[in-house]
T-cell receptor, first 115, second 111 residues
Framework: GAVVSQHPSWVICKSGTSVKIECRSLDFQATTMFWYRQFPKQSLMLMATSNEGSKATYEQGVEKDKFLINHASLTLSTLTVTSAHPEDSSFYIC???????????FGQGTRLTVV | DAKTTQPTSMDCAEGRAANLPCNHSTISGNEYVYWYRQIHSQGPQYIIHGLKNNETNEMASLIITEDRKSSTLILPHATLRDTAVYYCIVRGRRYGNKLVFGAGTILRVKS
């Protein structure tokens, strides 16, 4: 299957700082990528849809000013957690589809710990 | 949200077939059933998807009932490495083609 890569795999940051997570589709182009968050022992929660060349669309309850999404090319989307706080500590996962209505492939996830 | 109902957990003996059920009674005609699994601390892995016909690939088989209100994922010879959370998801334009995850089924394969 197609490969989606996230970087970094894990990151520890201080409270109040910002952290950027990258999501790349390595062998296909993706006009749409999705960002999820997963807390321990819970399911994945969809945060936002990242659209290449346009603004991201956020799910209800997700702060767009806190979770900045940029999808500058057909192979790269970034999620920036701004002014991170300990409650933002979570497992962040992205996904992308070669075409909108086929299977989506997921990155390996990024574990963020805010201290 | 696209609603699916799955058992919370299941056990399966190593080497035996694992049959994971999913109910999706509100599915519409142009919506697909997708199955993913997630092994601890990893991103979800695509398994299989289908519309109305049964599907088979190298990982699993997907059996969809004629009325499409339920489906079963079959892992023909479960191994210890198949221990994971399995998610059944209905996907379609009604939901913006998004994959919305429910709680899934924890499958424990035991030796």
């Amino acid at each position: 299957g197609a490969v989606v890569s996230q970087h970094p795999s894990w990151v520890i940051c201080k409270s109040g700082t910002s952290v950027k997570i990258e999501c790349r589709s390595l062998d296909f182009q993706a006009t749409t990528m999705f960002w999820y968050r997963q807390f321990p022992k819970q399911s994945l929660m969809l945060m936002a849809t990242s659209n290449e060349g346009s603004k991201a669309t956020y799910e209800q309850g997700v702060e767009k000013d806190k979770f900045l999404i940029n999808h500058a090319s057909l192979t790269l989307s970034t999620l920036t957690v701004t002014s991170a706080h300990p409650e933002d500590s979570s497992f962040y996962i992205c996904s992308a589809s070669p075409r909108g209505d086929t299977e989506a492939f997921f990155g390996q996830g990024t574990r963020l710990t805010v201290v | 949200d696209a609603k699916t109902t799955q058992p919370t957990s299941m056990d399966c003996a190593e080497g035996r077939a694992a049959n994971l059920p999913c109910n999706h009674s509100t599915i519409s005609g142009n919506e697909y059933v997708y199955w993913y699994r997630q092994i601890h601390s990893q991103g979800p892995q695509y398994i299989i998807h289908g519309l109305k016909n049964n599907e088979t690939n190298e990982m699993a088989s997907l059996i969809i009932t004629e009325d499409r209100k339920s489906s079963t994922l079959i892992l023909p010879h479960a191994t210890l490495r198949d221990t994971a959370v399995y998610y059944c998801i209905v996907r379609g334009r009604r939901y913006g083609n998004k994959l919305v995850f429910g709680a899934g089924t924890i499958l424990r394969v035991k030796s």
